[in-house]
């Protein structure tokens, strides 16, 4: 029997990395959101679309913040080893650890998915009821650790800021049933994230989806 050999090349991925949130100080974390969301977008009833897009806008962009703000700093990876251009260079740093692993595991996404055209079925004609508390058990629900989606925010950080994040979720949703609108973002994803749809994680423009 004669064994052909088949080899595809499999280029690295340039995503950037995920962070560990294993190691954020979650007390001082709710509290550095709750003061960025009570100075730049306070929770109140959204009455427009304009409203609503600005709101999802600022609340992914204020979590985004914070996360960037947030401690990870915890050494548990050893220093690596890695060849760049030719030259062999040792990551240090948390980041450049999570750049070299990221890039070594994960190939880059396919350029043009094949994603099929789907018809949605028109929308229920009267506005269901729901409240705080089932936006909450919906969130109790979600995996933690889950892949990020386009917004970059984990799952860890809306089940870990419910407490911060569940005013503001709700007028959203409220919006979401009372204007008939859904968040640009989540009917246009990005390419790389369209790519992966079988396991499309959870994310605020998702939540906001059709």
């Given at each position: ?48 679309e ?63 998915p ?31 650790f ?65």
């Amino acid at each position: 029997m004669q064994l052909t050999e088949v080899e595809l090349p499999m280029p690295c991925t340039s995503s950037p990395p995920s962070k560990d949130f294993c190691q954020v100080d979650w007390q001082v974390f709710n509290v550095a959101l709750m003061e960025h969301l009570q100075n730049e977008s306070p929770a109140v009833p959204i009455l427009t679309e304009l409203e609503f897009d600005s709101k999802v806008h600022d609340l992914i962009q204020i979590i985004q913040e914070v996360i960037a703000l947030a401690d990870f700093s915890c050494d548990r990876v050893l220093d690596l080893k890695t060849t760049l251009n030719g030259v062999l260079t040792v990551m240090s740093t948390n980041e450049d650890k999570a750049r070299a692993l990221a890039e070594s595991f994960f190939p880059p996404p396919p350029s043009s998915p094949s994603i099929p055209h789907t018809a949605y079925p028109f929308p229920i004609s009267t506005s269901p009821s729901f409240s705080t508390e089932h936006i909450l058990a919906t969130i109790g629900k979600l995996l933690p650790f889950k892949a990020l989606g386009p917004d970059r925010i984990p799952n860890i950080v809306l089940k870990q800021c419910t407490g911060v994040l569940s005013d503001h979720l709700y007028f959203i949703f409220a919006a979401v049933f009372e204007l008939d609108v859904y968040y640009a973002a989540s009917l246009n994803p990005p390419l790389w994230y369209c790519a992966s749809q079988a396991n499309w994680p959870t994310t605020l423009p998702r939540l906001t989806g059709p």
